[in-house]
């Protein structure tokens, strides 16, 4: 979304651009050519655009949560105009994904071809999203500010390097979301580490509110780096996570030392049986989380207003 901060996203001269289940919006990749790359699987670039599109509008949801439970006014728009941004990416990868998807390998569980971005957004089940389980986790209760704020830290500088990668990508459709992508998610890293460095080399209580914040969404860090049988099958067309740790690592310990952090050492969260949010085993967090941000559009299917 282009607009300079969340009142105006939300003004009445802007309501045809706003995005709400049943509000009629506009294909945001309408007049883009969406056809595939010569060579190019399109069940292979729906899994990763749903994957990359999965992880925006579940970290937006949770960032939305804040508004009115930030400590300053100015926060709340902050966050709010960072989860206006993820949303927007999430809308243009959902959307690519419908289109590129001829129909999803049956391991995914669900049709995407010629899907919206609505239908994907809210008329998918738990096992059918493709997020890493860091977006999903909860801040809300009890509140606590540091956790967010490490949360948001660790997505978006993983999510960043992980952007400018792909801005190189063969499918000029990813490689242009991700373009507009890295000017978004520079402000959301660059946000998140201001805060960090406030509390972290604040007084000892918000010294140790935020290194517990980190201590705690540390062990969903090792999953943002498992390279995905997808991303390799793309090749030129995804961008392997892995090759993104050490730049990952270098960002994470120059904010520590600022703000007088220690880097957590701490082993990663297991899957079931291997399995984890790419492929679609999530938290017990993430079926109460959809059921709050799909609860409108399964009640009243197909409504419009």
Known sequence: MSFDNAYEAVSEANDQARWAFGTGFTDPLSGVDTSLPSGVDGNDLASYCLMLGDDALIMSHRLQQWCTRAPELEDEVALANIGLDLLGQARLLLTRAGKAGTAMPASAGAAVADRPEDALAFFRDEH??????????????????????????????????????????????????????????????????????????????????????????????????????????????????????????????????????????????????????????????????????????????????
Request: glycine share 6%; charged share 25%.
């Open 128 to 305: 059918e999203f493709r997020n890493i389980r860091l977006a999903e986790l909860s801040s809300h209760e009890p509140v606590d500010f540091a956790l967010v704020i490490a949360q948001l830290l660790v997505f978006a500088t993983w999510r960043l390097a992980l952007l400018r990668r792909l801005t190189d990508s063969r499918d000029p459709v990813l490689a242009a979301i991700a373009a507009k992508g890295v000017k978004e998610v520079t402000y959301h890293r660059d946000y998140a580490a201001q805060w960090t460095v406030r509390l972290g080399d604040g007084t000892d209580y918000s010294h140790r509110r935020m290194q517990s914040g980190l201590d705690a969404v540390w062990p969903y860090v090792g999953e943002l780096f498992d390279t995905h049988p997808v991303e390799r099958a793309l090749a030129d067309v995804a961008v392997d996570p892995a090759m993104s740790r050490t730049e990952f690592d270098d960002v994470l310990t120059q904010v520590c030392s600022a703000a007088t952090l220690t880097v957590p050492d701490i082993p990663p969260l297991a899957g079931v049986s291997g399995r984890k949010g790419r492929d679609g085993v999530h938290t017990e967090e993430m079926g109460f989380l959809l059921a709050e941000m799909q609860a409108v559009a399964r009640a009243h299917p197909e409504a419009t207003w």
